[in-house]
């Protein structure tokens, strides 16, 4: 017979209470849509990545519909420079010619689309890995150069139109869409499409509950580096104009704010190197980066 130390029971009661005061958040967010921008580090490490996927099975579990975008700058640039194609940036846009575009296609919805779709299965889920291409999910426009100095960007679009109906079916259906950032165009065209603004286009258009960003970071910060747990739209324009919110978190601010404008219920920036960090969002009061709301 297994005795039960003081030590364990004071552990099992301690994780009983922490899934009893999950059950409000589970409750709040039964049969709601969260869209989930993955990226960053945390695409780069195997444990993180195993992490990830665990967070999203059990979403699905609890009856919460998680869908999944992905990025995958570092691994792009790795293959370009493997193949000797030259790329440059122009405002954090890739310069994407022809030869180009077929290596990110390859490396978005070829290689790390199918990674993250079987560690999500691996770990109990039912993932379906896509891109904007597969049943004419995102109707791309092409970035105007005028827009970017007359600077000529290539085969780089923006969400024009989303499919809303496939994916209503895969949620429907039980599935778990993972979505590599890849579009059309009006003459069926390939485009890169930036992952951060696909999946704000994606998350304003099923009504999302939640967008959720992972990156390197743990959330937008104060000028003496402590993180701002919660702002407002009204908050970011004046964050930005002081020189808080600088670089690269602008955009990925303003498509967090784009998406609140369009019907999404608030949006969160995460430190996606942090294992469990969805889980601490959704099932816990306080969060764990910067809320986005109205």
């Known amino acids: 017979m297994t005795k039960i130390s003081k030590t364990n029971e004071h552990d099992w009661i301690e994780q009983a209470s922490i ?3 999950a059950l409000p958040y589970m409750q709040k967010y039964s049969n709601k849509n969260i869209t989930i921008k993955f990226g960053g580090s945390a695409m780069g490490k195997n444990d993180l990545s195993v992490s990830f996927a665990k967070d999203i099975a059990l979403l699905k579990q ?30 954090g846009l890739r310069v994407t010619d022809k030869n180009a575009m077929k290596v990110i296609e390859m490396v978005l919805s070829g290689s790390i689309n199918k990674e993250i779709v079987m560690e999500i299965n691996k770990e109990g889920g039912r993932a379906i890995g896509v891109s904007g291409k597969d049943a004419l999910l995102v109707k791309t426009y092409k970035i105007d150069k005028k827009s970017k100095g007359n600077k000529e960007l290539g085969f780089v679009g923006e969400p024009e139109k989303i499919n809303k109906d ?25 485009f890169n499409i930036n992952a951060d603004t696909l999946a704000g286009s994606i998350s304003s258009e099923i009504n999302s509950e939640r967008l959720i960003m992972l ?8 000028k003496k580096k402590n993180i701002l747990t919660h702002i407002s739209i009204k908050d970011v324009k004046k964050l930005i104009s002081n020189g808080t ?9 303003e498509t967090c704010v784009k998406a609140v404008q369009n019907g999404v219920k608030a949006a969160v920036i995460l430190d996606g190197t942090f294992p469990h960090a969805i889980l601490l969002e959704i099932f816990t009061e306080h969060g764990a980066g910067t809320l986005i709301t109205k």
């Open 215 to 222: 990156t390197d970071v743990k959330g937008v910060m104060d």
């Open 19 to 21: 899934l009893s005061k």
């Open 62 to 91: 609890v009856g919460i519909n998680p869908i999944v975008i992905h990025g995958g700058g570092p691994r792009i640039e790795i293959m370009l420079d493997q193949l000797n194609v030259k790329s440059k940036f122009i405002d």
């Open 245 to 253: 919110i600088s670089g690269g978190m602008i955009p990925k601010v």
């Open 166 to 190: 496939f994916l209503k079916w895969c949620l429907d259906s039980n599935f778990i869409p993972v979505i590599s950032p890849i579009g059309f165009g009006k003459n069926y065209q390939t």
